[in-house]
């Protein structure tokens, strides 16, 4: 049995809820988001609560209670409030700037790496090594940061490369010099 799943989602104040069918779709201040609700649960709104309610014909409708349950609580919080991923670039001569809806990272290479931004997520750069993701998908936003974070990971000695904020490299000792014979 999910607790998760058992639980109603609340909608915020200025956030529309349209349920047709298996199709969930959310309208708020910061986006729109549509979701086909798979089969073997059913939501449904009750008031200004979502309930998510599993049919007892599907071996794992426990667990798929669950995460529609979360899909759905994130979609209502990414219309409302949105979401944020920061990074960080460390290592000498590494920057980001953004042109539109590209990112272009000078990371090492011996060319620019221009990523393209997915469909509903802003980069904003501060001090050209600080990255700051926003949007109301939290699955795209971290779908772009983990694309972003690839392109350059940080690596063990240094930790030189795109690493998220507060995320915690564990660094390798190195080469130890040669003792004397």
């Known amino acids: 049995m999910s607790r998760v799943g058992k639980a109603p989602v609340k ?5 529309k809820v349209d349920l047709q069918g298996q199709v969930l779709k959310v309208e708020g201040p910061k986006g729109k ?21 599993k049919d007892e014909s599907f071996s794992n ?17 990414g219309v409302s409030t949105g979401f944020t991923k920061e990074m960080d670039i460390v290592g000498v001569g590494y920057r980001a700037a953004t042109k539109g809806d590209v990112l272009s990272l000078t990371v090492g290479y011996s060319h620019q790496v221009d990523f393209k ?12 090594t600080h990255i700051v993701l926003t949007g109301s998908d939290k699955m795209i936003l971290g779908l772009a940061a983990d694309k972003i974070r690839a392109v350059r990971p940080p690596e063990p000695y240094q930790g030189k490369g795109i690493r998220y904020t507060n995320e915690h490299i564990n660094k390798k000792a190195g080469k130890a010099a040669a003792g004397g014979k």
């Open 117 to 128: 931004l997915p469909v509903g997520v802003q980069a904003k750069v501060e001090n050209n």
């Open 33 to 53: 988001l549509s979701f086909n609700v798979p089969q073997g649960v059913q939501a449904k709104l009750e008031g200004q609560e979502i309930v998510v309610i």
């Open 11 to 15: 909608v915020a104040s200025g956030v």
């Open 61 to 77: 409708a426990g667990a798929l209670q669950g995460a529609i349950r979360t899909q759905i609580q994130n979609m209502v919080t």
